[in-house]
């Protein structure tokens, strides 16, 4: 959650609880701030940044950020807009705040690459990450971001993954044994679990920690995650936590028929293997395992968008050209130290001029098919044309050991149960905004989603 998103919870808030004469006097207090900031605005030097076109806003306090907090698909309102006013435009946030929206492969791709030096993290963001995770990873920028991630580097790459395998296949293990006993205390051919209850796996190969969470025994660190994906201000928290929960839901989130055939291929293929898979094995003999995953990542990024400040004056060159405001049609766009950009990465890896127009199906094929990857697509720099594990200096430094473990927990999974959602295909799923998005079924309290789970007898 951004700063815009948390002003307008702070905003609701008092707005839900003070319903008598008070309001106005917050209102006439909201309504100073947004003057004095956008008169402060209007007294400094004329920027030197590129006038770009984009939407009105019928608020003039919180521009367009209460829409974009409130709806169901940010990245589709992002991409909406790009088609409207072209890859790269302007969009009006708080007290009169004007962000600039790289929606365009080549202009991102420029971004990610000097993100920690010529771009920043906003000073309220970083402040709330030093608050609540301390002056690390996250926090850092340029030379610091860099001394840390270069100390920290050895323990994700490749060959510490390839040693915690065991550790990670004991874990799963675990997983498995408690959902065959579940379902034969049960009575039943079928139970039905919250699947993102497996973060044994997790805490186990990655932090030395047991969560406990197999056993129905309550514990403080998945009560703390819980809160934080309950709403506590965004930050470049680790992907690889929310990757992991979220791959089962999601990747049940389709309709029922589409979603059997691809458990069906799937587990065909892990089945023929013959065998409990290594971690090599995992990276590069299971194509349809990859390509599933893959997808799932390009679909559904924990993080739904970046947000920065300038450092330094800057040119962005564009892939596609975009008309400015005095209709000048332009191939780059000059940024000013203090610009803020974002970088709405749902949009880009789903966009329909991006990804072509069957962007938004489940398609894993696209992964294995000749030219199945557009050429627009192959522009983005991130980790195989995503930017779920954001790009640059800046990428997820936990990128590989969450792919390892997708799979892992996949394979298991899908080789010896059928997972459905527990109340048919029409199940609705939303997303929960918190330090990164979180499922959970509409109308139910918590951040759950319950699935059927069956026995896979052959």
């Known amino acids: 959650m951004d700063v815009p998103s948390t002003l307008v919870v702070v905003y609701d808030a008092f707005r839900d609880r003070l319903r008598s004469a008070s309001i106005a006097d917050i209102a006439i207090g909201l309504a100073a701030v947004w003057a004095f900031h956008t008169a402060f605005q209007a007294t400094g030097k004329k920027s030197r940044t590129t006038k770009l076109r984009g939407p009105k806003s019928n608020d003039p306090f919180f521009g367009v950020s209460k829409e974009l907090f409130r709806s169901a698909d940010m990245g589709g309102m992002y991409e909406a807009w790009a088609k409207e006013y072209g890859v790269a435009y302007e969009i009006p946030m708080i007290c009169g705040e004007r962000r600039i929206q790289l929606c365009d492969p080549r202009a991102a791709a420029h971004f990610f690459s000097k993100d920690t030096w010529s771009y920043v993290g906003i000073k309220g963001m970083k402040a709330a990450v030093a608050r609540r995770m301390g002056k690390g990873l996250s926090y850092g920028e340029g030379e610091s971001h860099r001394r840390q991630r270069r100390t920290m580097g050895p323990s994700f790459n490749s060959t510490a993954i390839r040693k915690l395998a065991p550790t990670v296949h004991k874990a799963i293990d675990k997983v498995k044994a408690a959902w065959e006993a579940s379902i034969e205390a049960s009575g039943n051919d079928s139970i039905v679990l919250d699947v993102q209850k497996c973060l044994d796996a997790f805490g186990i190969a990655g932090f030395s920690y047991d969560f406990n969470s197999l056993n129905g025994k309550p514990n403080a660190m998945i009560s703390v995650l819980d809160s934080f994906a309950a709403g506590m201000p965004q930050s470049a928290f680790s992907v690889a936590v929310s990757v992991l929960i979220l791959v089962f839901p999601i990747a049940s989130n389709i309709p029922t028929q589409r979603n059997q055939i691809i458990q069906n291929k799937l587990r065909e293929e892990l089945l023929s293997f013959g065998g409990e898979p290594s971690y090599d094995q995992l990276t590069n003999d299971f194509p349809y395992l990859d390509a599933v995953v893959q997808e799932v990542l390009r679909l559904h ?88 594990f954001g790009d640059g200096p800046r990428s997820c430094i936990g990128k590989t050991f969450a792919l390892a473990e997708i799979k892992t927990v996949l394979s298991m999974a899908i080789r010896n149960f059928v997972l459905e959602m527990k109340d048919g295909p029409d199940t609705k799923v939303e997303l929960s905004r918190g330090i990164t998005l979180r499922p959970k079924v509409v109308g139910e309290d918590g951040i759950r989603v319950p699935l059927r789970i069956r026995q896979y007898k052959g």
């Open 301 to 388: 990024p924990s993080v739904p968008e970046l947000t920065r400040e300038a450092a330094e004056d800057d040119v962005i060159p564009l892939l596609e050209p975009v008309q400015t405001k005095s209709g000048e049609i332009v191939d780059s766009i000059v940024v000013e130290r203090g610009t803020i950009l974002s970088v709405p990465i749902s949009c880009i890896n789903r966009s329909d001029a991006i990804w072509g127009p069957d962007a938004k199906a489940f398609k894993p094929e696209r992964w294995l098919e000749p030219n199945g990857i557009t050429e627009k697509a192959q522009e983005v720099k991130g980790h195989r044309h995503l930017l779920t």
